[in-house]
């Protein structure tokens, strides 16, 4: 069965620091893959996603990039945070089959 | 732009009673068209999807929703809601094979 990994869970980061969020699916290949934030009142805004290795859509101009460098492997970075980019980040893939997206567990981001 | 809206930010029902969430989405076409549900700290779960075909769709945990082309809305119904209903709910859709893009969410509160 497929099953989907995110890590860090919880990060506190000083402004101007880097980040990297990573992220991997099992049991799955060539998945479509996405990462979104959710912040309080907001939902869930899609930040970027990926049909295949090196392939990278972002949706918002920001602070933030999205690598692909395996199948498998998705990763959110940030060369300097901003206190705006605290959040909830979620990474997903989306199964050919049934058209559904499976979450990760989140990681927490907390800039200060 | 495609857009989905969820016009309610908070909601809040006694317990045993109906519950109406609303949805409405702005495509080109007929997206594929998704619930979920975020409990306090988790991550998000698939309640029910819609592709084609019968336009009421059961999901998991007794919630519905109405597929209605001419009001471009799929709301979701539970006959009767129980206090571990109380969680964000969260509509999305997506053209086959792009991304999914969500509602900014509604807040169930149950009422005991």
């Known amino acids: 069965s497929q099953t989907i990994h995110q890590w860090p869970a919880t990060l506190v980061q000083p402004v101007g620091s880097p980040l990297s969020l990573e992220c991997t699916v099992e049991?799955?290949?060539?998945?479509?893959l996405y990462w979104y934030r959710q912040a309080a009142g907001r939902g869930l805004q899609l930040l970027f996603y990926?049909?295949?290795?090196?392939?990278i859509s972002s949706e918002v101009p920001q602070n933030l990039s999205a690598s692909r460098p395996q199948d498998r492997q998705f990763i959110l970075s940030s060369k300097k945070l901003l206190l705006s980019d605290s959040g909830f980040y979620l990474c997903?893939?989306?199964?050919?089959?049934?058209?559904?997206?499976?979450f990760g567990e989140g990681s927490r981001l907390t800039v200060l | 732009a495609q857009s989905v809206t969820q016009p309610d930010i908070h909601i809040t029902v006694s317990e045993g009673a109906s519950l109406e969430l609303r949805c409405n989405y702005s495509?080109?076409?007929?997206?594929?068209l998704f619930w979920y549900v975020q409990s306090p700290g988790q991550g998000l779960q698939l309640l029910l999807k819609?592709?084609?075909?019968?336009?009421l769709v059961q999901g998991i945990k007794g919630f519905e929703a109405e597929f209605k082309r001419s009001q471009s809305s799929f709301n979701l119904r539970k006959p009767s809601v129980h206090w571990s209903d109380a969680a964000e709910y969260f509509c999305?859709?997506?053209?086959?094979?792009?991304?999914?893009?969500f509602g900014k969410g509604t807040r169930l509160h149950i009422l005991p």
């Open positions: 997903a893939w989306r199964s050919g089959y049934t058209g559904e997206l499976f």
């Open positions: 049991g799955t290949s060539n998945p479509n």
């Open positions: 990926s049909v295949g290795i090196g392939q």
């Open positions: 495509y080109g076409a007929t997206p594929y």
């Open positions: 819609y592709f084609s075909g019968d336009t």
């Open positions: 999305a859709a997506s053209n086959r094979d792009d991304k999914i893009i």
